[in-house]
C-alpha cells in the first residue's frame, strides 16, 4: 500500500477554476484497478493552497512504472498548468491502516 500526499500552491484567484479538473482527475483516478481512495482537503488560512491525499495499493516503484504515463494525467497536466504556482508530491508508506 502506498500514500501520496500531494500539495497544491494555486495561483491566487485560481482555485474554482482548477478544483473541477482536479475533480475529474480523481473520477478516472477512481476506475484504476489499484487505487483504493483521495481525499482533497483545503486549508481556511491558507486560501490558495489544497491538499490531495490518495492511497494506492502497490508500491511505490510500481506507481511510478504505472502511472505518471497514463494520458488522462497529461491531459489534466495541460489543463491545469497554468493554475499551479508550486506543487509538491510526497510519497509516504503506512505505518498503520484502520478500516
Known amino acids: 500500500m502506498l500514500s501520496l500526499c500531494v500539495r497544491f500552491r494555486l495561483v491566487p484567484?485560481?482555485?474554482?477554476?482548477?478544483?473541477?479538473?482536479?475533480?475529474?482527475?480523481?473520477?478516472?483516478?477512481?476506475?484504476?484497478?489499484?487505487?483504493?481512495?483521495?481525499?482533497?482537503?483545503?486549508?481556511?488560512?491558507?486560501?490558495?493552497?489544497?491538499?490531495?491525499?490518495?492511497?494506492?495499493?502497490?508500491?511505490?516503484?510500481?506507481?511510478?512504472?504505472e502511472q505518471p504515463e497514463k494520458p488522462y494525467r497529461a491531459d489534466y497536466d495541460n489543463a491545469t498548468k497554468d493554475f499551479i504556482a508550486d506543487k509538491e508530491v510526497r510519497f509516504l508508506s503506512p505505518v498503520a491502516v484502520q478500516n
Open 13 to 65: 484567484s485560481t482555485k474554482l477554476l482548477f478544483i473541477p479538473h482536479l475533480t475529474e482527475l480523481m473520477k478516472t483516478m477512481a476506475k484504476e484497478a489499484t487505487f483504493v481512495s483521495a481525499v482533497l482537503s483545503e486549508d481556511e488560512k491558507s486560501e490558495d493552497e489544497l491538499v490531495l491525499f490518495e492511497v494506492w495499493n502497490g508500491s511505490k516503484d510500481e506507481w511510478l512504472r
